[in-house]
Nanobody, 118 residues
Framework: QVQLVESGGGLVQPGGSLRLSCAASGSIFSFNSMGWYRQAPGKQRELVAAITPGGSTNYAASVKGRFTISRDNAKNTVYLQMNSLKPEDTAVYYC????????????WGQGTQVTVSS
């Protein structure tokens, strides 16, 4: 059974930083991509950042230059370093993994709350 466990969320002041972690069961190379989504109250869930086994990355325009996605293959863990945080970054952040076979499938973590407020 695939499990994705997030950690690292919390309360931070504007301009501060947080680092989110997503620990996956099994090798992260078994997924076509891994990444982070977020959902704020009253808004749709949106892609924040993603990374492929080959190292290609993709970021939402709103976080480019501030957030960095990375991985530790030995620990089967994906990270999201968030710098220069803004109040509009406040959301529940979800780890995501995608796997394609006969059909495409999404795996999700339980979510971790990030609150940016003074």
């Amino acid at each position: 059974q695939v499990q994705l466990v997030e950690s690292g969320g919390g309360l931070v002041q504007p301009g501060g930083s947080l680092r989110l972690s997503c620990a996956a069961s099994g090798s992260i190379f078994s997924f076509n991509s891994m990444g982070w989504y977020r959902q704020a109250p009253g808004k749709q869930r949106e892609l924040v950042a993603a990374i492929t086994p080959g190292g290609s990355t993709n970021y939402a325009a709103s976080v480019k230059g501030r957030f960095t996605i990375s991985r530790d293959n030995a620990k089967n863990t994906v990270y999201l370093q968030m710098n220069s945080l803004k109040p509009e970054d406040t959301a529940v952040y979800y780890c995501n993994a995608k796997r394609s076979g006969i059909v495409w499938y999404d795996y999700w973590g339980q979510g971790t709350q990030v609150t940016v407020s003074s």
